[in-house]
Structures are given as structure tokens and as C-alpha cells.
């Protein structure tokens, strides 16, 4: 294995690397940056306190611990990998594209001060450095949205806002679209909410489609004219 030097413990960062050789169990992710050891994976006693976690093959590693998801794509040969640690949100995150396609997974609550970490699995697995750099804050206007994993749920967007931001119309506007989404294949189904001390997370169905003039412009697709004037 390999650590970066640079130590992340604020902002939201993005490492990426390709995988020009790649073997079983080789993978990417990060280390708890206060551990003088670095750890292997896929050491799970707890009296090694191992806080690593990492993307092996197709499985999300997080501390020694597999979590097999059959939706996850695996690490192939030729592949751009990103890690992505995000220190703005509450509580920071660890989460991972592929090809710059999202993995159907996010870990929560990572140690506070990270490294980001190589798997290699054999002599002639070579990963190759592609950058490691700070991205801009993905907020809108009411909070963040993330792309999350649930057991009952499966894949679904999560919204996080903070409290102060909080705005009643957009209960009103949800009560309002929820009322219709069966009448539209595009309206979007609001599943659950909770309020914590500072912040209100809104969960709601994941839009798994391309972008609306994409859709428009579908041949194949018999929308109707109220779906149309919708869009």
C-alpha cells in the first residue's frame, strides 16, 4: 500500500488515479492520518483499531470489514478512479466514482484527518497518479443533495440543510408534487424526513434518467401532451 503524503482534514477533496494494470484486491481509499501504522483492509480485530477504508474490487471496505452490494461496479484495467472526502458536510463522508460514475454507496462519520491510500495487490498491479485537489462546495440553495445507499430503500438521493435554512413552502411544494407523481413518470416521491439539532435531512426516490432535453428529443419514448408541457 501507499499514503499521500498531504493530510486532509477540511473541505471537500477529490483524489484520482487510473488503474492502467489492475489484479484482485487491489483498490483505493484512506487512512485515519493520526495512525503511525497503516493498516491492511482487510484487518478487522478490533485490537488493531483499524479505521481504513477502502474500495476493493467492487466491495467498499470500512474497517476490515466487507459490505458486497451487487449494484457497485468493479475497478477495471484503464479505469479513472476518484475518492472523494467531503469535510463539509455533517457528518464527513467518504464516497467514490468510477469512469466519473457515482458508486451506489457513501460512508459516513470518517475519521477527521485523512490521507488518501493505493491498494496494490501484487508486484505488477500499477496505479497511476492522476491529481489530488480541492473541490468548490456543491451546495444549493436550501442544503446539499447526495447520492446514498439504503438497505429498505436502495439507492436514493439524501438532502441535508441546515436548520436556519429551513423553508415551510418546500413541505407545501412537496405535498403538492406528491399528490401528482402518478400522473408524471418525472416527479420525484418525497420518502422521509428527520430533524437533528442543527440540521434536517430529507430523503426522496433517486432521478435515475438522462436530463430532460435528452428525453424530449427520445423518439422512442410515447410521452403525453401533459407530460410535455410538464417538462
Request: proline fraction near 3%; charge should be neutral.
Amino acid at each position: 500500500m501507499v499514503a499521500f503524503d498531504q493530510e486532509i482534514s477540511s473541505g471537500i477533496w477529490e483524489f484520482t488515479a487510473k488503474g492502467n494494470i489492475i489484479k484482485n484486491a487491489a483498490g483505493i481509499g484512506i487512512i485515519d492520518a493520526s495512525q503511525t501504522e497503516i493498516l491492511h483492509p482487510f484487518i478487522f480485530r478490533s485490537s488493531f483499531s483499524n479505521k481504513s477504508i477502502c474500495y476493493i474490487g467492487k466491495t467498499p471496505y470500512i474497517k476490515g470489514l466487507g459490505k458486497i452490494n451487487s449494484e457497485n461496479q468493479e475497478i477495471k484495467p484503464g479505469d479513472e478512479v476518484r475518492a472523494i472526502v467531503d469535510f463539509e458536510s455533517n457528518s464527513h463522508t467518504f464516497s467514490l466514482r468510477i469512469n466519473n460514475e457515482i458508486q451506489p454507496f457513501c460512508v459516513t462519520h470518517i475519521p477527521d484527518r485523512v490521507k488518501f491510500i493505493l491498494v496494490f495487490s501484487a508486484m505488477n498491479v500499477e496505479w497511476e497518479f492522476i491529481s489530488l485537489k480541492e473541490l468548490n462546495k456543491r451546495h444549493g440553495a436550501y442544503g446539499t443533495v447526495y447520492l446514498s445507499f439504503n438497505n429498505e430503500l436502495d439507492i436514493i438521493a439524501a438532502k441535508v440543510m441546515r436548520i436556519e435554512k429551513f423553508d415551510e413552502r418546500e413541505w407545501d411544494a412537496a405535498g403538492k408534487l406528491n399528490q401528482h407523481e402518478f400522473q408524471c413518470p418525472f416527479i420525484m416521491k418525497y420518502l422521509r424526513a428527520k430533524a437533528f439539532q442543527t440540521d434536517a435531512l430529507i430523503l426522496m426516490e433517486y432521478a435515475n434518467a438522462k436530463s430532460l432535453d435528452s428525453i424530449v428529443k427520445d423518439k422512442t419514448k410515447n410521452l403525453s401532451n401533459g407530460t410535455y408541457r410538464a417538462l
